[in-house]
């Protein structure tokens, strides 16, 4: 892998970088850039910033040009997903682009990709996974959530839980299971929701950090017509797994993860006489953070570079996902012990050192583990389908 950037790919870069000089707000922080805690502000931001995207075509670039997209290459799709992610500007990860519009090119009926393809693009539709539950943890398969077949619907009932956007997403990609004699990978199906059809009671999920970007999501005989099924019926296990191999590089962790720490050694050079002085251990570690953020970045590199050679990344994007995450804890912990008992300031606080952001990003980090699959999860792929070791 030659790990120079083109002239061209450099180019596109700084397009992307003027764009955001251009359209975010000065002295922006990514307050709530994903939807939590962000106020108006924030939705403000992101509503202008998702038109923006969509007339230049970027929310989906790497898309066929018949589905409202580019065909940009992948390194292109890395480079915005990177710049996007360093300044923590909405627009940066979409369900709809990152799931749903793949999944659905491959198993959706024409109607369907007309339907729904061009409102993703455009930026007018939020979408919501609805898989997690909480009987099933990281076993997904075992989700318990039924669509019975009555007339020309399917009556959904269940819940599910984790989903990131639920309350703000005006639809939903859900498995469901529809055989349950089948084995439990081979009775799943796949449905388009509407958000606000009759029975769905979204509930807001208000953690540590006291942000609510994930919800419950209650389902109680949910009527939707048959054409909202998607691809085969029983076969929704495979859509699932395919369309979860689209969604990660990676590089989301490790741009802002540079952030944060461009960030702490600013600081840190602004109070030379403070703790990492007096603590040599603490300079070692700051070394270390920035030795694994360059580690972690090249790792990501790979993965596109490897989708535009024709080879499919399965355990590679799972060894991304599991550095990636652990990273972000570690520099969260990093920072807040590099700032002493101002650390566990939070924002708001005048004395809380950059905004009080660390001590938000360490309660939210420790999540970064178990979203998205859990980092045993990810040692399981990484064991048996990139070092060959058997499941047993």
């Known amino acids: ?7 061209e790919q450099d180019d596109f870069r700084e397009q992307v970088r003027q764009f955001l000089r251009e359209e975010l707000p000065a002295g922006w922080e990514g307050a709530g850039a994903y939807g939590e805690g962000g106020g108006e502000q924030a939705a403000e931001v992101s509503q202008r910033m998702m038109k923006k995207l969509a007339e230049r075509k970027w929310l989906a670039m790497a898309w066929p ?8 290459p992948h390194m292109q799709q890395l480079i915005y997903n990177e710049e996007m992610a360093y300044q923590a500007a909405p627009g940066g990860f979409s369900m709809g682009v990152a799931w749903v519009g793949p999944a659905m090119m491959l198993y959706g009926t024409d109607e369907q990709k007309q339907a729904y393809l061009p409102r993703i693009t455009s930026g007018q539709d939020v979408w919501c996974t609805l898989y997690s539950e909480s009987e099933a943890g990281s076993d997904l398969a075992a989700m318990q959530t039924k669509a019975v077949e009555d007339g020309d619907d399917f009556v959904i009932n269940g819940q599910k839980i984790w989903t990131s956007n639920a309350q703000r997403s005006q639809l939903g990609w859900l498995a469901a299971r ?19 059809t009759p029975g769905v009671t979204v509930r807001p999920l208000v953690n ?10 209650f389902f109680e005989n949910v009527r939707i017509p048959k054409s909202n099924l998607v691809g085969e019926l029983n076969r929704g296990w495979y859509q699932v797994a395919v369309a979860l191999d689209f969604e990660r590089s990676g590089i989301q962790a490790y741009a802002g993860g540079r952030r944060a720490l461009e960030k ?27 030795v694994e953020v360059a580690t972690g970045t090249y790792i990501a590199y790979r993965i596109p570079w490897m989708q535009s050679q024709g080879m499919i990344p399965n355990y590679e994007a799972s060894i991304s996902k599991l550095f990636g995450s652990e990273l972000t804890q570690r520099l969260a912990q990093t920072g807040v012990e590099l700032l002493g008992s101002y650390g566990g300031l939070e924002p708001g606080s005048k004395y809380a050192p950059l905004q009080g952001r660390l001590e938000r990003s360490y309660l939210v980090s420790v999540a970064s583990t178990i979203a998205a699959g859990t980092s045993e999860v990810q040692r399981s792929i990484i064991a048996t389908r990139g070092l060959g070791l058997s499941r047993g």
């Open 264 to 290: 702490l050694i600013e600081f840190v050079q602004q109070h030379p006489d403070g703790t990492v002085r007096r603590n040599p251990q603490l300079r070692m570690r700051l070394a270390d953070r920035a």
């Open 1 to 7: 892998m030659d790990f120079r950037f083109t002239p």
């Open 208 to 217: 540590m950090a006291g942000q609510s970007g994930f919800s419950e999501v």
């Open 65 to 72: 040009e018949e589905y409202g997209g580019l065909a940009a």
């Open 178 to 196: 529809t055989d349950p004699e089948a084995p439990k990978h081979k009775g799943i199906s796949t449905f388009v929701v509407k958000m606000d």
